[in-house]
């Protein structure tokens, strides 16, 4: 897969090359002698489904083994042996090796799921299915790819089942091509919201330079039905391209007994749900419902529980957007509710409207009144282009101690909705507003939308004057480079050369926290991979 981006290699998660050097041939049926040696003479994919041939013992899958896939594979992998430190089992496509079928299960959801299979016993959801299994590493490769064929808008094969689909611990999933898990048509009436292109869940995970688009689901971490209770730790989600799915990235929690702490999303270019538009004529399984919810990146837990725990989640240097919906209400680009969260940081992303998205938010911490806590956010040198019917900022319910600087806020529409009279921001300042919108943009405390009848939203001079917010943010040009050419002539964002990089002698460029630059990129530069907080 072609890198689009340039990183430090101290920030990529290193897997160790594997001990034993076993190196093992299978295609979907036998070929040449049979002894799996190359894949002119590989294994039938039969061999691979049989624990007969995972073990330890010589010539099986086992630790340190490297299984190579080989032409068109047509039928589900089952992974039925862990890794070990510093020599996993490898998956790894040969060059134009694929897993291709018209879909890849037959299972069909006992009611309306949103596109996510609840029985977690079914092994043939997947192309690939781990369960349980560690240290395990699937490598695309060159260009390995994972695709359906016949299931998607006006086919009859509606079924719920992923490109890679599992639970384990020290797992890495790169390098692969995932396409059509749910190829929909956008503006239909179809109510099926399936396919999964990446499901997995675990700790030490690390999920990579993957390629996937068509499903309602791209990909999904974090933890499963309600009968698990777990701690996961160290899940790394970065330099994924994302696009078409109704949830481009998500994280859940599906139980008030589970905790996540250090979840990484970065790097990460993400675009393209307008797919998923189209209004509901009908849905037998929830006929209140009327269209189908999309985000660019959703975390959430459930609206019921006080016990699922978010520690540690950072979203940082992801360019976010276009084409989120042409419809209002449908949610936003970052979107968290229903958990409990603490040490949040989002910081140095870039996310961008077109002129079909409708008014949505582009960042939304909310949720149930009883379900959601968030103290001390922090939404930090950011780049929010809108095009003036995205609202930048929701915050509410239970959520206090905010922080909010250096972001450059450009065509807005609300510039800041509090869902709740005890929203508390602790610092809100170095922003940029441009243009400065009229009167009536920042609902509150009692100036919030339940009381507008009362106490209409504050005026910016009321903002500054009266709450002390946003006395050093400017209020002019921000400078961009070129806004037409939002990731430069190389075609890779965050580079010199990027459209929104800041030009030099912007005002921006030294009127951040501490003297810093406004918005995702340094002055004249690129931004730092991870800026330290002040």
Same mark, same amino acid.
């Given at each position: 897969?072609?890198?689009?981006?340039?990183?430090?290699?101290?920030?990529?998660?290193?897997?160790?090359?594997?001990?034993?050097?076993?190196?093992?041939?299978?295609?979907?049926?036998?070929?040449?002698?049979?002894?799996?040696?190359?894949?002119?003479?590989?294994?039938?994919?039969?061999?691979?489904?049989?624990?007969?041939?995972?073990?330890?013992?010589?010539?099986?899958?086992?630790?340190?083994?490297? %299984?190579?896939?080989?032409?068109?594979?047509?039928?589900?992998?089952?992974?039925?042996?862990?890794?070990?430190?510093?020599?996993?089992?490898?998956?790894?496509?040969?060059?134009?090796?694929?897993?291709?079928?018209?879909?890849?299960?037959?299972?069909?959801?006992?009611?309306?799921?949103?596109?996510?299979?609840?029985?977690?016993?079914?092994?043939?959801?997947?192309?690939?299915?781990?369960?349980?299994?560690?240290?395990?590493?699937?490598?695309?490769?060159?260009?390995?790819?994972?695709?359906?064929?016949?299931?998607?808008?006006?086919?009859?094969?509606?079924?719920?089942?992923?490109?890679?689909?599992?639970?384990?611990?020290?797992?890495?999933?790169?390098?692969?091509?995932?396409?059509?898990?749910?190829?929909?048509?956008?503006?239909?009436?179809?109510?099926?919201?399936?396919?999964?292109?990446?499901?997995?869940?675990?700790?030490?995970?690390?999920?990579?330079?993957?390629?996937?688009?068509?499903?309602?689901?791209?990909?999904?971490?974090?933890?499963?039905?309600?009968?698990?209770?777990?701690?996961?730790?160290?899940?790394?989600?970065?330099?994924?391209?994302?696009?078409?799915?109704? %949830?481009?990235?998500?994280?859940?929690?599906?139980?008030?007994?589970?905790?996540?702490?250090?979840?990484?999303?970065?790097?990460?270019?993400?675009?393209?749900?307008?797919?998923?538009?189209?209004?509901?004529?009908?849905?037998?399984?929830?006929?209140?419902?009327?269209?189908?919810?999309?985000?660019?990146?959703?975390?959430?837990?459930?609206?019921?529980?006080?016990?699922?725990?978010?520690?540690?989640?950072?979203?940082?240097?992801?360019?976010?957007?276009?084409?989120?919906?042409?419809?209002?209400?449908?949610?936003?680009?970052?979107?968290?509710?229903?958990?409990?969260?603490?040490?949040?940081?989002?910081?140095?992303?870039?996310?961008?409207?077109?002129?079909?998205?409708?008014?949505?938010?582009?960042?939304?911490?909310?949720?149930?009144?009883?379900?959601?806590?968030?103290?001390?956010?922090?939404?930090?040198?950011?780049?929010?282009?809108?095009?003036?019917?995205?609202?930048?900022?929701?915050?509410?319910?239970?959520?206090?101690?905010?922080?909010?600087?250096?972001?450059?806020?450009?065509?807005?529409?609300?510039?800041?909705?509090?869902?709740?009279?005890?929203?508390?921001?602790?610092?809100?300042?170095?922003?940029?507003?441009?243009?400065?919108?009229?009167?009536?943009?920042?609902?509150?405390?009692?100036?919030?939308?339940?009381?507008?009848?009362?106490?209409?939203?504050?005026?910016?001079?009321?903002?500054?004057?009266?709450?002390?917010?946003?006395?050093?943010?400017?209020?002019?040009?921000?400078?961009?480079?070129?806004?037409?050419?939002?990731?430069?002539?190389?075609?890779?964002?965050?580079?010199?050369?990027?459209?929104?990089?800041?030009?030099?002698?912007?005002?921006?460029?030294?009127?951040?926290?501490?003297?810093?630059?406004?918005?995702?990129?340094?002055?004249?530069?690129?931004?730092?991979?991870?800026?330290?907080?002040?």
């Amino acid at each position: 897969m072609e890198n689009k981006w340039i990183l430090p290699a101290a920030i990529i998660l290193l897997f160790c090359a594997n001990a034993s050097g076993t190196e093992i041939y299978i295609a979907n049926s036998e070929a040449g002698t049979a002894d799996g040696a190359s894949c002119e003479n590989a294994y039938p994919l039969e061999w691979l489904s049989s624990a007969a041939n995972w073990g330890s013992e010589q010539g099986k899958i086992g630790p340190g083994t490297t %299984v190579h896939l080989c032409g068109t594979i047509g039928k589900p992998i089952n992974i039925l042996g862990s890794g070990q430190p510093g020599s996993p089992i490898t998956i790894l496509f040969e060059p134009d090796a694929k897993m291709s079928a018209p879909y890849w299960s037959a299972y069909i959801p006992p009611f309306y799921t949103r596109g996510l299979p609840n029985d977690y016993t079914t092994k043939e959801i997947a192309a690939i299915y781990i369960d349980k299994k560690d240290y395990i590493t699937i490598d695309g490769g060159q260009n390995g790819a994972i695709e359906a064929t016949a299931t998607g808008t006006g086919f009859d094969n509606n079924y719920s089942f992923s490109g890679v689909f599992g639970r384990g611990n020290n797992v890495e999933i790169k390098n692969l091509a995932i396409r059509d898990m749910y190829k929909r048509i956008r503006g239909s009436g179809d109510y099926w919201t399936l396919g999964t292109g990446i499901s997995f869940w675990g700790s030490n995970l690390s999920i990579h330079d993957n390629n996937i688009a068509n499903a309602f689901y791209c990909l999904i971490s974090g933890s499963e039905s309600p009968s698990f209770a777990a701690t996961y730790s160290n899940i790394e989600i970065f330099r994924n391209e994302l696009s078409g799915c109704g %949830v481009e990235l998500g994280v859940a929690m599906s139980s008030d007994r589970t905790t996540l702490s250090n979840v990484s999303i970065h790097h990460n270019r993400i675009y393209g749900g307008a797919v998923w538009d189209g209004y509901l004529p009908y849905n037998p399984f929830d006929p209140s419902r009327t269209m189908h919810r999309r985000d660019f990146i959703k975390i959430w837990g459930r609206a019921a529980d006080l016990g699922a725990v978010y520690s540690g989640l950072r979203i940082y240097n992801n360019v976010i957007g276009p084409g989120l919906t042409k419809e209002r209400g449908a949610t936003g680009w970052i979107v968290a509710s229903d958990a409990n969260y603490s040490g949040v940081d989002i910081h140095n992303n870039l996310l961008l409207s077109s002129v079909e998205d409708g008014h949505s938010a582009f960042i939304e911490f909310s949720g149930s009144s009883n379900a959601l806590t968030s103290p001390n956010l922090k939404i930090r040198n950011n780049t929010f282009i809108g095009n003036n019917k995205n609202d930048p900022i929701h915050l509410g319910r239970k959520t206090v101690g905010h922080e909010i600087y250096g972001n450059i806020f450009y065509n807005y529409s609300l510039a800041f909705y509090a869902m709740d009279i005890n929203t508390e921001i602790a610092f809100w300042n170095n922003n940029s507003w441009y243009p400065l919108r009229g009167p009536g943009s920042f609902q509150y405390k009692d100036h919030h939308a339940s009381a507008w009848g009362i106490y209409p939203p504050y005026r910016w001079a009321e903002w500054k004057g009266q709450l002390g917010f946003d006395t050093l943010s400017i209020n002019e040009d921000p400078g961009f480079s070129d806004m037409s050419n939002p990731a430069g002539t190389d075609g890779i964002f965050f580079t010199n050369d990027d459209g929104f990089s800041l030009q030099q002698g912007s005002v921006l460029c030294t009127n951040g926290r501490n003297g810093g630059s406004i918005g995702a990129y340094a002055c004249a530069g690129p931004p730092a991979t991870d800026r330290q907080r002040p």
